[in-house]
């Protein structure tokens, strides 16, 4: 394989093309529904800029005045960054994987997971708050796996300012920075809290979100009262702790449910998801308060990128658990996936064909001979087939590998 398409398989590549195709899936849908309610709503705040207001904090207020004097006040224009922050979204839950040591399966497994979440497809539809909360979030996340890793409190500055505009896009990002507050305090990490660029952080976030608390005050916080009215009319749906928790998988896509739990147990009691275990205290504690706090099931949404990034490095290191154990090398094949992930650097000296019936094998290789047999009395009759085992290639193997894909 070239220099050149070396790079478009690499990991950054596939995480590229995940988030443009989230992007555009978007931005081609924009106009196919009429606005928003609550986009209205925000249109009109838009025109009235403060540092508060009733029901919300003063971010999506100026994101709207933004998309309005930047791209109009069409469906398009104004979906425009939601779209976009979709698309960040997919993206950032690669890195993380990334983050978690995961290997380019890993990475395009955790965007293309959040790609199909069905509450994401909505929220980055449309120009509200929830838009970008995950984005936020997931920035943050990003800052806290960065100070494990390189051990280097400075990024608790950044997880500061973030987290200081996501408290100014939402107010549940509260509840986010609460639960990650405890898991400092009851893994190793706490040794963060003696440093002085947590501390920093936290000033920098206050300092932020100072304007909009002090709005708050002078107005006797109204959200409070907004809450109280909400709760007495029984507009909200409320969950008990099973419905709730189970409400999860239905929400994510119930296909996922298997990914993102084992991300979750994976931070919990993985080895290898052990240094990263804060992250899942955050989850187990965000769930544990929404349920209390009788939220809507859809407040947790923005967490579970994290999950299927920690899934997916899980769900890689299972597929690669026998190879070490044999003396076996990772995986390389021309199909599905595996071809986009390339021969990495293999010469094809020695290669075992599945399916054939060595005919194009024996143009390709020095030699070929059948080493056995797949086959099972109940397993399907396309399951039955030859083993061949193909020695010495004959060409460049990554000059051929552009024509080698399989994909059926």
């Given at each position: 394989m070239t220099t050149r398409a070396a790079v478009f398989h690499s990991g950054s590549a596939i995480l590229l093309s995940i988030a443009a195709a989230k992007f555009l899936f978007h931005l081609c849908t924009a106009g196919r529904y009429g606005i928003f309610r609550d986009e209205l709503y925000y249109l009109a705040c838009s025109e009235?800029?403060?540092?508060?207001?009733?029901?919300?904090p003063p971010l999506i207020a100026f994101i709207t005045w933004l998309a309005r004097h930047l791209f109009g006040e069409s469906l398009i224009g104004l979906r425009l960054l939601p779209a976009l922050a979709g698309g960040a979204t997919v993206w950032l839950a690669g890195i993380l994987a990334k983050e978690m040591s995961g290997g380019r399966f890993a990475q395009a497994l955790a965007a293309l997971a959040t790609f199909a979440v069905p509450v994401f497809l909505i929220m980055h539809h449309w120009l509200t708050m929830n838009a970008f909360e995950a984005l936020i979030w997931m920035g943050?996340?990003?800052?806290?796996?960065r100070a494990i890793n390189r051990e280097q409190p400075r990024y608790w500055i950044s997880f500061g300012v973030l987290a200081a505009f996501g408290l100014e896009n939402k107010y549940t990002t509260a509840f986010f920075i609460f639960a990650v507050a405890v898991g400092l305090l009851v893994r190793q990490?706490?040794?963060?809290?003696?440093?002085?660029?947590?501390?920093?952080?936290?000033?920098?976030?206050?300092?932020?979100?100072l304007p909009n608390f002090i709005w708050l005050v002078r107005h006797n916080f109204t959200f409070l009262d907004l809450i109280h009215n909400i709760r007495r009319t029984n507009r909200?749906?409320?969950?008990?702790?099973?419905?709730f928790t189970a409400g999860q998988a239905m929400l994510m896509n119930p296909i996922l449910f298997p990914l993102w739990l084992g991300g979750l147990f994976w931070l919990l009691f993985g080895a290898g998801g052990s240094r990263f275990r804060i992250l899942g205290?955050?989850?187990?504690?965000l769930l544990a308060t929404f349920i209390a706090l009788k939220r809507k099931n859809y407040y947790l949404a923005p967490?579970?990128?994290?999950?299927?990034?920690?899934?997916?490095?899980?769900?890689?290191r299972l597929t690669i658990f026998f190879g070490p154990r044999y003396g076996l090398p990772k995986a390389?094949?021309?199909h599905q996936n595996y071809w986009l992930w390339g021969p990495h650097n293999y010469d094809g000296s020695t290669v075992i064909v599945l399916g054939g019936d060595g005919t194009g094998d024996r143009e390709r290789f020095r030699s070929v001979e059948v080493a056995g047999q797949a086959e099972?009395?109940?397993s399907r009759r396309d399951e039955h087939f030859d083993i061949f085992l193909c020695r010495e290639f004959t060409g460049d193997l990554w000059k051929a590998w552009p024509t080698m894909k399989k994909w059926n």
């Open positions: 009235h800029l403060d540092w508060g207001y009733i029901d919300q943050c996340v990003w800052c806290v796996l990490e706490r040794k963060f809290l003696d440093s002085r660029q947590l501390w920093t952080g936290a000033a920098i976030a206050f300092l932020i979100f909200d749906v409320v969950r008990g702790p099973f419905r205290i955050t989850y187990v504690v967490i579970y990128p994290m999950l299927f990034a920690a899934g997916a490095v899980g769900f890689e390389i094949s021309n099972h009395p109940y």
